[in-house]
């Protein structure tokens, strides 16, 4: 696995913008997700994988997410798509409580100047899933190979992962070593990115301001 490593990061990162989770996947087939979705679960066969999958209220952020989904087994993450000055396009999973300062994260991922938000239409077009469903497992559609997977190395530690399984009404746990082992069998090396420590429990119940 590639491993980056830098400083932790600044605390209030930038906020993934609440207007793209309302965007629907209108614009691609039914059939055509249904299909995606029969591929993954072929894939996770394929692998060994049991990737256990249950419901999980739909959601547009990650603080209305935790209210909803009760005592959910497993370590949940935020997601987000990612571009650099020349388009070049980063998958990043963190944990859920993980702040970001997207004014320095390019220098750990060794992107072209700074990073900032991947449009919706270009999530869709690509990963084959809308805002507030993205996920890493998503790159089993990306037959390019244009997203780069860069994972929180906090998340290597820990027994189960949470993902939606393309779709924000449900849940799928892996392991991590499933999470690199599915992310290689479409045709990417995963990064690790050292991200420094995450913030203690009494630092995350401090409101922002």
């Not at 490593?5 to 930038?14: K, V």
């Amino acid at each position: 696995m590639i491993r980056a490593e830098g400083l932790a990061p600044q605390p209030h990162g930038h906020p993934m913008n609440s207007n793209t989770a309302q965007l629907s996947m209108k614009d691609r087939p039914e059939a055509e997700g249904d299909d995606a979705r029969a591929r993954l679960r072929e894939r996770f066969a394929t692998l060994g994988i049991s990737a256990p999958t249950v419901p999980y209220p739909a959601h547009a952020t990650v603080d209305e997410g935790k209210r909803l989904r009760g005592d959910m087994a497993g370590t949940f993450t935020k997601n987000l798509l990612l571009k650099d000055k020349k388009g070049r396009l980063f998958l990043l999973a963190i944990h859920e409580d993980r702040d970001l300062d997207l004014k320095t994260l390019h220098t750990l991922l060794g992107a072209q100047g700074r990073l900032g938000f991947a449009s919706g239409d270009r999530m869709i077009e690509i990963l084959g899933v809308a805002p507030g469903a993205l996920t890493p497992l998503g790159v089993i559609n990306d037959r390019d190979g244009l997203v780069t997977v860069a994972i929180d190395a906090a998340l290597l530690d820990a027994k189960q992962l949470n993902f939606h399984p393309l779709v924000n009404a449900e849940s799928t746990g892996l392991s991590p070593d499933e999470l690199l082992a599915f992310i290689r069998s479409c045709g990417r090396e995963p990064m690790a990115v050292e991200l420094g420590p995450l913030p203690s429990e009494s630092e995350r119940l401090v409101p922002s301001v």
